[in-house]
């Protein structure tokens, strides 16, 4: 009972996590720009963690070595993923968008064994091989009329976001509560693009009172409901099989752009959204059968 309860918090916790970009999306039309979103993203979900944080009495003590860290990764990471995977929201479908995103597990493995020295398994290869063909065939000649630019900023939200999993990992703050780190990275990150937005003039608060309201559900439902749904997870199921079910976000954005956005799918998009979401599958068994930790998805 208690694993068929850890599923359901962890495919919940997809679930929120891939109707984000169907938020963000309507957002849109309520005259918000991809920069002001985040930025009130971020700034609620300070406001969010900050309440949790309190009522709960956790500790959210950082060093100075720990501050350098998180300022670095704040700005490179954090803030870079979420400008570059909302703006691609303008150029292609939130279903693609999200499944390019989701090339990250990939670009992790790839730098893990180019500059970690990871040992290169034959599983490992064909998770690549199938990452590779997945992706030619979402963005491929024949694929229709794919936005070059919106492809380009989902595949490099992907490798900002593999750069701050791996940041997370192997540096002084892996061992920060992760609702601690993610009010840090949350509060720099709004000075940052409150100070860039006022000077390149994209900060923008003339927005309709609908784009208001969904900023404040996209804060909530990613910084704090889908957060806790993971964890929950990942303490009755254990991280390798929550990241396994994480796939759930990329097929969720697919089937909610296609109903509630009218977004087009074609055979070619789910056959290389499979092959995406396999390669993931199997570097994540791999991991689950060398018994090593994974922390499952950090929120972003």
């Known amino acids: ?76 990471g954090y803030t870079f993923t979420m400008i570059t995977l909302f703006m691609s929201y303008n150029y ?70 593999s750069f701050y999993l791996l940041s997370v990992a192997y540096s002084k703050i892996k061992t920060l509560n992760c609702y601690v780190l993610t009010f840090y990275l949350s509060f720099i990150a709004s000075i940052f693009l409150f100070i860039v937005g006022i000077f390149t003039k994209q900060l923008s608060f003339q927005i309709s009172a609908k784009a208001w309201g969904l900023s404040v559900i996209i804060a909530f439902l990613t ?23 994480s796939t759930f976000e990329p097929i969720v954005g697919i089937l909610l752009g296609v109903l509630i956005l009218n977004e087009t799918i074609t055979m070619r998009i789910i056959l290389g959204g499979i092959l995406v979401v396999f390669s993931v599958i199997i570097l994540t068994f791999k991991e689950k059968n060398n018994k090593k930790t994974f922390k499952g998805k950090v929120p972003v």
């Open 223 to 245: 910084s704090i409901v889908a957060v806790i749904l993971l964890q929950k997870g990942i303490k009755l199921i254990g991280a390798s099989t929550a990241s396994i079910l």
């Open 1 to 76: 009972m208690e694993k068929v309860k850890g599923s359901i918090y962890a495919i919940l916790s997809a679930i929120f996590f891939g109707i984000m970009p169907i938020l963000a999306r309507l957002a849109y039309d309520g005259g918000i720009n991809a920069f002001t979103l985040v930025f009130l993203r971020s700034f609620f979900s300070v406001l969010m963690l900050l309440i949790y944080l309190i009522i709960n009495k956790v500790k959210f003590k950082v060093t100075r070595e720990q501050i350098k860290t998180l300022v670095i990764l704040s700005i490179f």
């Open 92 to 161: 292609i479908s939130v279903g693609l968008a999200t499944t390019l995103h989701f090339i990250y597990p990939v670009v992790v493995t790839l730098i893990s064994i180019v500059l970690f020295k990871e040992k290169i398994y034959f599983s490992k290869i064909i998770a690549l091989l199938l990452s590779g063909i997945g992706i030619y065939l979402l963005i491929g000649k024949d694929s229709g009329d794919v936005s070059i630019i919106g492809t380009i900023l989902a595949l490099v939200s992907g490798i900002f976001y």
